[in-house]
């Protein structure tokens, strides 16, 4: 038994709409993809460089990265990727991107950067799903809690005093959000301590070839 006319009508507009729409959020997606992509890479450079300043270096630290694995010391099996800066061909800093996988409310992802000394030029908390208002004190625009690993290092505290104070280390912990400054904690002297091992060899290699527009 055929379909009413006016019900095949109907089902014919809906599909037309349907074909509009989706033809609609094709063409918005391919004009704001560049565009976005643009906008997180001008972001990371502004991060880059805030940890590592532009005068310190003359090359494009977001394009001579390489990449390595450990998810003993860099909080992930996945690849972290190792932002290199150089002046005249030798090596300033690496700027590494570790996980702390054990924050309270999952992972936190960091830009750890290193001097070629093995001095921490500073840290960033790139994402998080920490509480707001008690955890998301890690980030930068809350509060300065994050600017006090600049100039640490290995010996700096030592091994010890790599903890939060509750723990007996020297970093403060939060009022009622212990475990996230103890996972950056944690997840930043990982990291020193796989530059530490690894750093001739993180500047060694070539860097690894990207997309101009980092898709």
Known sequence: MSLPKHMLQMALLLGAFTVIGAGMV?????????RI??????TLLRTLNSL???????NDISADITTVASKEFLGT??????YRARLKNTPVAAIMS???PDGYSGAIKLLVAIRYDGTLSGVRVITHHETPG???????????WITGFNG???????????????DGGVYDQFTGATITPRA???????????????????????PTEVNPHGK
Do not use: M
């Open 26 to 34: 094709a063409l918005t997606h391919d004009a704001t993809a560049e």
């Open 37 to 42: 992509s643009i906008e997180e890479r001008a």
């Open 52 to 58: 590592v300043p532009s005068t310190l270096h003359d």
């Open 77 to 82: 099996d996945q690849p972290v990727t190792v």
């Open 98 to 100: 570790p996980i702390a």
């Open 134 to 144: 008690l955890g998301d004190a890690i980030e930068i625009e809350r509060s300065g």
């Open 152 to 166: 640490k290092s290995l010996l700096n505290p030592d091994a010890a005093g790599w903890r939060v104070k509750k």
């Open 184 to 206: 950056v904690v944690k997840a930043v002297h990982k990291c020193l301590q796989y530059f530490s091992a690894n750093r001739e060899a993180l500047f060694a290699s070539r």
